[in-house]
């Protein structure tokens, strides 16, 4: 059974940094793409950043030269590094990841708060 664990998450101030980790483990086949998704209180869930097996990246505008995502394959790991954050990052950050069928698997979620 595939599992991603999150870790990283956490309250820090305004203008503070921190990095997200998901580690995929168990049996998940050649990984595609990675993603980050944030959902906060009473607003749908959103794509924050995401990287191809080729490590294109994409981001939401309102994390553009803030936010930078990255990969090591041999360690089936995405990461976020989060800088300049904003009272408005606030959220349950998700991972996800496609295997080479496109199938998806979710992270749990890790929760960062940050205070102004």
């Known amino acids: 059974q595939v599992q991603l664990v999150e870790s990283g998450g956490g309250l820090v101030q305004a203008g503070g940094s921190l990095t997200l980790s998901c580690a995929a483990s168990g049996r998940i086949l050649s990984i595609k793409d990675m993603a980050w998704y944030r959902q906060a209180p009473g607003k749908q869930r959103e794509l924050v950043a995401s990287?191809?097996?080729?490590?294109?990246?994409n981001y939401a505008d309102s994390v553009k030269g803030r936010f930078t995502i990255s990969r090591d394959n041999t360690k089936n790991t995405v990461y976020l590094q989060m800088k300049s954050l904003k009272p408005e990052d606030t959220a349950v950050y998700y991972c996800k990841m496609y295997d080479y069928t496109w199938r998806a698997y979710w992270g749990q979620g890790t929760q960062v708060t940050v205070s102004s």
């Open positions: 990287i191809t097996s080729g490590r294109s990246t």
